[in-house]
T-cell receptor, first 110, second 112 residues
């Protein structure tokens, strides 16, 4: 079982729509959760982090965490073509290691 | 403020050779982590250092080693290179070991 699992996609949404990206993790003791965006050929760029159950909003982005279900998601409202990238979910485990999912490829269609 | 910097940008080596990759963290950050990312996969954790001490190690062979210097910069060394070591090597820095990590641009290593 992988530590962090994501649907690899590809996920396609029309411009202006809401994109929903999901992630599950196996270590129930994990405390910190991160979403990174990675454009092709570039390094990961931090979008958001969340530590507590519930929602956290930052501009067009909302991260949602449900520790009981070991589930974290990222919503992107009013999706733009510039949001087209691979989105990586990362989890800091109880062993202080960071585990990344394989990423979900998002395409926003103009 | 400058972000995380890495050198070199690209590197081509042959099997069996040795390579050293370098990383300078964001000013004020005391922790550096190294990751390997192969095409189509997420970054895989290699090492984390904080205040010059190793704080974590991923599932990589002993051919991989690293160290952190008093100025918090870091080196990743890989001995006896294999074709499978070809990847993007990413350095990430954070204020403290468990904190949010910010990535550098990476070093693209090709082993022929």
């Amino acid at each position: 079982q992988k530590e962090v699992e994501q649907n690899s996609g590809p996920l396609s949404v029309p411009e202006g729509a809401i994109a929903s990206l999901n992630c599950t993790y196996s270590d129930r003791g994990s405390q910190s959760f991160f979403w990174y965006r990675q454009y092709s050929g570039k390094s990961p760029e931090l979008i958001m982090f969340i530590y507590s159950n519930g929602d956290k909003e930052d501009g067009r982005f909302t991260a949602q965490l449900n520790k009981a279900s070991q589930y974290v998601s990222l919503l992107i409202r009013d999706s733009q073509p510039s949001d087209s990238a691979t989105y990586l979910c990362a989890v800091r485990s109880t062993g202080n290691q960071f585990y990344f999912g394989t990423g979900t490829s998002l395409t926003v269609i103009p | 403020d400058a972000g995380v910097t890495q050198s070199p940008t690209h590197l081509i080596k042959t099997r069996g050779q040795h390579v050293t990759l370098r990383c300078s963290p964001i000013s004020g950050h005391k922790s550096v982590s190294w990751y390997q990312q192969v095409l189509g996969q997420g970054p895989q954790f290699i090492f984390q250092y904080y205040e010059k001490e190793e704080r974590g190690r991923g599932n990589f062979p002993d051919r991989f080693s690293a160290r952190q210097f008093p100025n918090y910069s870091s080196e990743l060394n890989v001995n006896a290179l294999l074709l499978g070591d070809s990847a993007l090597y990413l350095c990430a820095s954070s204020w403290d070991a468990p904190d949010t990590q910010y990535f550098g641009p990476g070093t693209r290593l090709t082993v022929l």
